[in-house]
């Protein structure tokens, strides 16, 4: 997977956070924003600096929100699964 492809995934999946957050203002959401903000500032800085030390907390991100609600089928959740799958792939 090409960085750029990665940069993608975490973008649409921030966008679908944002507009979660939008309609619910939960604070968990929040938390996932910034980090996933801090992940692409250090991508669009330099993609070669990235590094599995800072994906690391993202590959629970999923699983942190499910614990948190009962509703599983929401777009921003799939699209965070995506980023998850992607790391474990690629960047592990």
């Keep these: 997977m090409q960085i750029s492809e990665f940069k993608c995934l975490l ?6 956070m944002e507009k ?7 604070s968990i959401i929040k938390v996932f924003i910034n980090e996933y903000n801090r992940v692409l ?3 669009n800085y330099d ?4 590094s599995n ?4 907390k993202m590959k629970m991100f999923t699983r942190m929100y499910m614990e948190t609600s009962s509703d ?3 777009d921003f959740l799939y699209a965070m699964g995506d980023v998850e ?3 474990k792939k690629h960047f592990s």
């Excluded at 030390?53 to 690391?56: K, M, Q, T, V, W």
Aim: net charge positive; glycine share 6%.
């Design 53 to 56: 030390g800072e994906l690391r």
């Design 47 to 50: 993609s070669k600096d990235i």
């Design 72 to 74: 599983y089928k929401q």
């Design 41 to 43: 500032g250090i991508i």
């Design 11 to 16: 973008e649409r999946a921030l966008a679908l």
């Design 85 to 87: 799958s992607a790391i």
């Design 20 to 26: 979660k957050l939008l309609k619910s203002n939960e």
